[in-house]
Structures are given as C-alpha cells and as structure tokens.
C-alpha cells in the first residue's frame, strides 16, 4: 500500500478485459512510413535519398539536436519516397516521412560497435551515446529523448520506473513485462550503472499480477524493489508517482531530475537494455490493439512505421461505423481514419463502435471536477479563465501544472471538454510569450540600428573634418615648405650673383 | 515667536534640501509615457504609421500630434490597447494606412539574388545576411514582415510566405466546441 496519497483521480475498469495478455510477434510490414518529426525537438533530417536501399536498423534520419533523437530504418527494403503525409496529431497537419518498402528479407546493418554484455567496463559516456544513436525515446507517451533525459538525472538518487500504465485498456507495457521480464531487470541494471542511483523501483498496479509474478521471479538484485500500488487512474504520471511513492513534489515548472530522481518507462527501459546489451536500435515496439468493435484485444510486437490497417488485419473487427483512437481513452486523441502508422509513442489503437455524441451543454458549477483533479487545481475556475481568454488569470490559477489527464472532462456532467479548453489556453499562452520575445528582439534590433546610423553618420562627419583639417595643415605645411625652398634659391641666387660679381672683380 | 519662525524655517530649508536632491537624484529620463506606447506597438517597424519606426510613433502619439489607430500590424486589438492606456475613446483601424495582415516572413530566392545588398540597407531591424556581390538570405526569427525589403529589391527575387501552423506552434481551435 502507498505511504503517501493523492487527491482526486479516478478508479476506472478496463473497458477491454482479457483472460490472458500476450504480446504477439507479427510478420514484416510490406511497406513502412516513418515520421521525421517527433513528439518535440527539431524535425530529423532524411540522410537517404529517394531508390536507395536500406537496411534494418540503419539511420535514415538524424539532426544534431539534444532534443531530438535519430530515425531508423524498421525493415530493409528500397526507400520509395520521401514526402508529407498527415500525423496522428490532433493538428492534422501533414509533415514529412520517409517511406520504404520491404525486400522481406530483413537484412540488418552491422550495429556491433557497442558495448554488449559488457556494459560495466563502458563509461556512462560511452553508453550515453550508445541510447542517442539507437534513437531511443520515452515510450509512454511524452516521447522525450532518453539520452539526453538520463543526462539530466546524472548523479540522482533514486530510478523510478514506471510500469504503471494506469489508461484504462492498455496492456502494452503488461505484455512486454510478462514475454521479457529479464531485459526489464537488466535493463535496470544498465540505468543504474550510467546515473549512479543507489536504488530502483518498479512502480506497478496490482491489476497486472501476472506481470508482478514474472518480475519477481527474476529480480535478485537487492537494489531493486516492486512497488505494488492501487488500481487509480493517474497514478502512471511522472510528477504524481514521485509524490505518491516517495512523497516528494516536484515544484512548478522543474522536472523529476530536478529533485534527484530519473523516472522512466518500462518500455523504454527494455528499448534502451536491446540497444547497449544486444546492439538493436529502436525498431519496433508493442502496441495494444483493442476496443468495443474488436472481437479480442491483444498486443504485438510491431515494425515501426507499419499502418494501422497492417495492424488491425491481425484482429477481428465488428463491422459498422468506429471511432478510431490512439494513445488512450483518456489522454489519447481520436483520429478521422486508421491511415497512420505507428510511431515510437504509439501505445494503442481502439476501434470503438461509434456511439452518438454527448451534447455539450452549460457548465452548472456543481464542481465535481474539482475534486477529481490529480494536481489539486480548479478547473471550473481554469475552464471560464480559458473560455473567455482570460490567459493572465489562467495562468495564474497554474494552468501550466495541468497535466491534461481529463479526469475533469471524465466527469463532468455537462460532457464539456474541459481540457481542449486549456490545451487551447496553454498554446495561445506559448504563443504570447514567443511573440513577446520576438517583439522584444525587433525593438532592440530596430533601436540598435538607429544607434549604428547614427554612429556611422557621426564618425564619417568626424572623419570628415579631420581630413579637412588635415589637408589645411598640408597646404599650410606645403606653403612653408615652399617657402623655405624659395628662401633657400634666393639665397643660392643670391650667392651665385654674389660669387658672380667677386669673379668679375 | 521667534522659535516657531525659526523652527518653520528650518523645516522649510531642509524639507526643500531634500527634495531639490530627490528631484536631481530620481529625474525621470525620458518620457515614460513614449515607452508604454512603444510597449503596446508591434514593433514591426515597418513605417506604414508614416512614421520611420515604431518608436517615433509613439513619440508623436505621445505628444498628441497623430491619432492613435494608424498602425495596421497591431490590428484594432491594439488600437484598443493604446485607447485604455491614455484613457481615450477607442478608434477603427484606418484604412488609408492599410490592412491588417497575418504575420509574414520574407524569403529571398537564392537562385535570382545578384547580392546588391539594398535590402540589408533597407532592413529596419538588420534581418539580412550577405554581403555585396553574395547571395543574400533572412533570419526568419529576426524578419518581422515588414515589406520595407520589397520595393527595393532590383531583380524582386524577395517574397513574403505567410508563416503556416507547425506541431508546435498549432493552436487548436475552440470555436467549434460550441454549446448544444
């Protein structure tokens, strides 16, 4: 049981129960798109051209960004364009993707330079590198680059790995522990030899007994603990298992690293022990596929950048009009259509039958939502803020530490979406604060400008009057000096006639 | 008598000591008015105001020579920002000075670009690189759309691409969340 606790949050069934998880290996997609732009940093940067051949696990892709993390190859194949194509993005803005098509033979390229086994005898440097070219990233969700993440936490005293995944219906991460409960533990061990952390702990809810089982049958090592927790929607959020775990509250605005712990999920943990022990970059990674219209929900173990559809021939889906969405019921988005592909934070897709939508109708101020709020805000107070634009107010009332978990949306009685309303406010209030400094830049730009005009304007009169005063003081010198010539030749004239007229006496 | 004179007195000559320092010592340099106005403007510098720079505009506004709705960047959104500020009735946008336009950013096709440099001239917040007789190019951050760049180029190879949406600068919009 936890020692410490949280407000709010919600205890919520998993939609989609099955009797048993397991993660499913499926055959080599035909084809591969391969989005170049990630969760957040820079978009990466096609290195191969369009009818060049590749191989698994090459990079295609890279940038040279902290932020951002290299792309690779899923299946060796021909790289057949290099286009825009729509993202699984709430957006629906298209960007670019390398596509490549398979040869089926799966070809992989020499990756062996590494560290192996032998992780220990490596510096955390070494390895560090090692996860930046494996292209490894968050894979709960939040997608943030791993290398530069474990950077961050250097030094920290306590790895947290987050095992939790409280979204009702996934079971990725479950089937994952289950079909490879060692790499989890050794993966651990890599993670604890590069941060120095004295301790982990595996951070799990006790309706995955089966994956508890599996780990604590190998786990020996004394440094690592599982940590059983309730069943709660929410608990899976980085700021609020620090809290509920070790009660330490990360304060606004600073990061897990920033109190001295690195907190990561467990399937990046098994990503980044196959990239330093067993020299596989980020490839491929396990996806739940469920929902009201499929017959059976299950798990695979799927090639990067492999489509939807690829996916969804696997189940047996309920004919009639779906609601298609990833991520989650809860913080995931709904998409117009299953033509994506899967990409290094895609955890799940649901096929829902589609049900008629909930009017949305006034807020009546019954505050419900309040007190399911995880990170104790208010946010009946946050939604009329945000409708009415009112960004100062709303960030003041802590927007920013909404964790956008829609607990409230959950609840609310009038079916308001309550956090497309902050999303709303939290974007419009980026955009204010870059805007802010853009105009900031141009006035002391524009300001800098008149000064140099001015200078340049100054330093050419001054240069002006000191060429003139110079050339005075030379017609002035000259005129002496011719002068001086003349007095000189009328001396010698002088002379000469002098000399002259004693020649002649 | 003569103690309460004196006292007075005393009082009177220190009290204005004091505050004859205080008014060199804490001089307000400057007119903080002209800042708070240059505050609110756009700062795209781009002289549709008929005036050479935002600040000048503010200046004028300050001085009460022009009207406080010439400045098309900052849309009627600013027109009403400056009416609150100096406590006047809010005015429409002129149109004789222009429309309000979305933010644009100039791009200078390199191919056409034969590095005469006008435009780095021409540039009222120093956005362009080159150099006489090399291509020229923009610092997209630093550009703030001001088509000063645009008339002076010789061979027009300067374009303003109205800046789209990315995955990080996209707002999502609201306006269909409306109520049953």
């Not at chain 1, 993670?191 to 809810?205: G, Q």
């Not at chain 1, 005129?479 to 004239?493: D, F, G, I, Q, S």
Request: with cysteine; net charge negative.
């Amino acid at each position: 049981m936890l020692k410490f606790k949280y407000n709010g949050g919600l205890k919520l069934e998993n939609p989609y129960p099955v009797d048993e998880i397991d993660l499913i290996r499926i055959p080599l997609p035909d084809k591969v798109v391969l989005p170049m732009q990630q969760r957040i940093g820079n978009r990466a940067i096609p290195i191969v051209s369009v009818g060049e051949r590749v191989l698994t696990g090459q990079i295609v892709a890279t940038i040279d960004d902290q932020r951002c993390a290299p792309v690779h190859a899923s299946i060796s194949g021909t790289v057949v364009a290099i286009d825009e194509h729509v993202y699984a993005h709430k957006s629906g803005l298209k960007g670019l993707c390398v596509t490549i098509e398979s040869d089926g033979k799966d070809e992989w390229v020499d990756t062996s330079i590494g560290c192996t086994e032998h992780y220990e005898a490596c510096t955390p440097n070494t390895i560090y590198n090692k996860i930046r070219v494996s292209g490894i990233v968050g894979m709960g969700g939040a997608g943030f680059p791993t290398h530069t993440k474990v950077r961050l936490a250097e030094g920290c005293h306590t790895l947290l790995v987050n095992a939790t995944e409280c979204e009702p219906g996934i079971t990725c991460d479950a089937a994952l522990m289950q079909a490879y409960p060692t790499k989890v533990i050794r993966g651990i061990e890599v993670l604890l030899h590069i941060c120095k952390a004295e301790r982990a702990i595996i951070a799990i809810e006790d309706d995955k007994q089966d994956a508890i089982a599996a780990l604590n049958k190998f786990c020996n090592n004394e440094n690592i603990t599982i940590e059983v927790m309730p069943t709660k929607y929410t608990s899976g959020a980085e700021k609020l298992l620090l809290k509920s775990l070790l009660g330490i509250e990360v304060p606004t605005g600073k990061f897990a690293s920033d109190v001295g712990v690195l907190c990561q999920n467990v399937a990046t943990v098994v990503a980044m022990f196959d990239a330093v022990v067993e020299n596989r970059p980020l490839i491929s990674r396990a996806v739940t596929v469920a929902g009201s219209a499929v017959k059976e929900s299950k798990n695979f173990q799927v090639r990067l950048g492999a489509s939807y559809d690829y996916l969804l021939s696997f189940v047996d889906i309920v004919e009639g009009s779906h609601k298609i969405s990833m991520n989650g019921l809860m913080m995931g988005i709904e998409l117009d259509s299953t033509n994506y592909s899967v990409s290094k934070n895609t955890n799940c897709v649901f096929i829902d039958q589609l049900e008629e939508s909930k009017p949305i109708k006034e807020c009546i101020r019954c505050g419900l939502c309040n007190t399911v709020c995880p990170v104790d805000l208010l946010p009946q107070q946050l939604y009329w803020y945000s409708k009415s634009e009112n960004i100062d107010k709303a960030i003041e009332y802590n927007l920013l530490d909404c964790i956008e978990c829609n607990c409230c949306s959950y609840v609310c009685p009038s079916y308001i979406p309550l956090v497309d309303y902050y999303q709303y406010s939290k974007s419009l209030y980026k955009q204010q604060v870059k805007e802010k400094q853009q105009t900031e830049s141009a006035r002391e730009r524009y300001e800098f400008r008149e000064l140099r005009l001015e200078r340049n304007k100054r330093e050419r009169a001054e240069m002006m009057e000191a060429k003139k005063i110079a050339l005075k003081e030379k017609m002035a010198r000259d005129k002496a000096l011719k002068a001086t010539v003349e007095a000189a030749l009328k001396r010698v004239e002088a002379a000469k006639s002098a000399h002259g007229s004693q020649d002649d006496g | 008598m003569l103690d309460a004179i004196s006292t007075l007195s005393l009082l009177a000559l220190l009290l204005g000591l004091g505050l004859g320092y205080a008014a060199i010592r804490y001089r307000v340099k400057g007119n903080p008015l002209i800042d708070q106005i240059d505050a609110i403007l756009p700062q795209t510098q781009c002289g549709q105001c008929d005036f050479p720079g935002c600040r000048p505009y503010a200046e004028a506004i300050a001085s009460g020579e022009v009207e406080i709705n010439q400045c098309p960047p900052g849309g009627q959104e600013g027109v009403d920002a400056l009416a609150e500020l100096l406590g006047v009735e809010t005015l429409p946008l002129n149109q004789v000075h222009g429309e309000t336009q979305p933010k644009r950013v100039a791009v200078v096709d390199e191919k056409v670009c034969i590095g005469c440099t006008l435009c780095i001239q021409a540039c009222p917040v120093d956005a362009f690189v080159g150099s006489s007789k090399v291509m020229t190019t923009v610092i997209a951050e630093e550009c703030t759309g001001c088509d000063l760049c645009l008339p002076v180029c010789p061979v027009d190879c300067i374009d303003m691409v109205e800046i789209k949406p990315t995955f990080r600068t996209y707002v999502p919009d609201i306006s269909e969340l409306a109520h049953a």
